[in-house]
């Protein structure tokens, strides 16, 4: 079983729609949760962190951790074809060092 | 923002050969280095992390002997497949931090395609 299960798409959405993007893990000393966004042909985006449980919001974009359950979630409001891009989860027991990533999913919003 | 850059962004080389992956942060210094590889459809997996001017501490399962890393300066470190084979063939990015906290953020690079035939 890996570490980090991330379903890798493509999820299709019309622009406008309520994106939701998954991971699950299995290791319960993971306590720093990442998102990160990667455009075709660029290295990865850092687009939040978050500590333990708990939700976290940025403008259009929302992440939630449930340790409890191991499943960590990104929300995209008002989706963009500018959000088009792979995401890809990350998650370490020690801020940014050691990080282990998910497979990415891939989304794709179409106009 | 920090920039990092690699180079080169593809290649293509015979099994036998030896590659050389630069990777550069263009607008701040890098204390602290990581190299990941990523095979198709798989996760991104940390290889190596270097700190300037030390030796790189590997992951486990990663040939320290095949895969040398240098980080001889703050911007710049370096990834070299010695007697690279089909096996080899990745994608290798790399990405960089300006300290060697664990709460220091990487930027990562945009990856180089090896191409092992």
């Known amino acids: 079983q890996k570490e980090v299960e991330q379903d890798p798409g493509p999820l299709s959405v019309p622009e406008g729609a309520i994106v939701s993007l998954n991971c699950t893990y299995s290791n319960s000393a993971f306590q720093y949760f990442m998102w990160y966004r990667q455009y075709s042909r660029k290295g990865p985006e850092l687009l939040m962190y978050t500590y333990s449980s708990g939700n976290k919001e940025d403008g259009r974009f929302t992440a939630q951790v449930d340790k409890s359950s191991k499943y960590i979630s990104l929300f995209i409001r008002d989706s963009q074809p500018s959000d088009s891009a792979t995401y890809l989860c990350a998650m370490s027991r020690t801020g940014f060092q050691k990080l282990v990533f998910g497979t990415g999913t891939r989304l794709l919003v179409s106009p | 923002g920090a920039v990092v850059s690699q180079h080169p962004s593809w290649v293509i080389c015979k099994s036998g050969t030896s590659v050389k992956i630069e990777c550069r942060s263009l607008d701040f210094q890098a204390t602290t280095m990581f190299w990941y590889r990523q095979f198709p459809k798989q996760s991104l997996m940390l290889m190596a992390t270097s700190n300037e001017g030390s030796k790189a501490t590997y992951e486990q399962g990663v040939e320290k002997d095949k895969f040398l890393i240098n980080h001889a300066s703050l911007t710049l470190s370096t990834l070299t497949v010695t007697s690279a084979h089909p096996e080899d063939s990745s994608f290798y990015i790399c990405?960089?931090?300006?300290?060697?906290?664990?709460?220091?953020?990487?930027?990562f690079g945009p990856g180089t395609r090896l191409t092992v035939l």
């Open positions: 990405s960089a931090a300006g300290g060697r906290s664990s709460t220091d953020t990487q930027y």
